[in-house]
């Protein structure tokens, strides 16, 4: 069975909708960064264009690298602009990673919003765990589609839910995961603040829908609950040390 649930088809047609971003001020994963700050190296799978790439390297460290198999250098060029970074600080690797070979180990490494868009959960967090340094962290973080986020995709949608792992999600599967791994230390837990969100896509519905789903999140946000309905990010932390 193809691991994969998306293409490079799918992504080059999702970026070519891209509204380029300025580096968030915070992210749902600032509490985990103090501990972070002695690394020396970074390396995000699955980041294209860069956006957590550039806050790691405000926040944390200059060495910081991009891996994706879809990458637009035109692109991640210009993110570095609007966001006052040098030209070529953000490292670039246009590689499958199922087929990436690494020479380097990193102290960081990182994904948002990646390993749910494969079948073999078990597989692709591994595959993470195998660039770490000695004395790595593992910040690995995806959408919990299976609370009001995930209600909400399924309303305005589904094409898009259905290129995602709900499986990946649930907390007692990462879980047995983790403790397969040997990592030395390590935390699964739900994000406390509610958020909810559509992908931008070309067409009038879709402007619509995310303007009312925008509305609809501001208003959630008022309730701060952290659960499993709510929360809109699932993140595992880990240390290899």
Known sequence: MQNKLTDRALWAEYWSNYKYEKVPSKTVYDKYLPPLKSCNSFVEIGGFPGIN?????KKVCKDVTLLDFYVDNTIVSKFEEINKI????IKCIESDFFLFESTKNYDIVFSL??????EDTKDIIKRHIKLLSDNGNLLIILPNLRGLNGFIQWLFDRKNLRIHNLESMKIKNLEVIM?????KSW?????????????PKPGL???IGRKLVKCFSYFIKLFPIKCRLLSPYII???KNF
Not at 53 to 57: E, I, M
Request: hydrophobic share 40%.
């Open 53 to 57: 790439s550039a806050y790691f390297y």
């Open 86 to 89: 040098p030209k070529n600080s």
């Open 205 to 207: 519905m879709n402007a």
């Open 236 to 238: 595992i932390s880990a």
């Open 113 to 118: 919003g990646f390993i749910e868009h494969f």
């Open 187 to 199: 935390s699964i837990d739900y994000t406390r603040k509610p958020i909810v969100w559509l992908e």
């Open 179 to 183: 403790k397969e791994t040997g990592m």
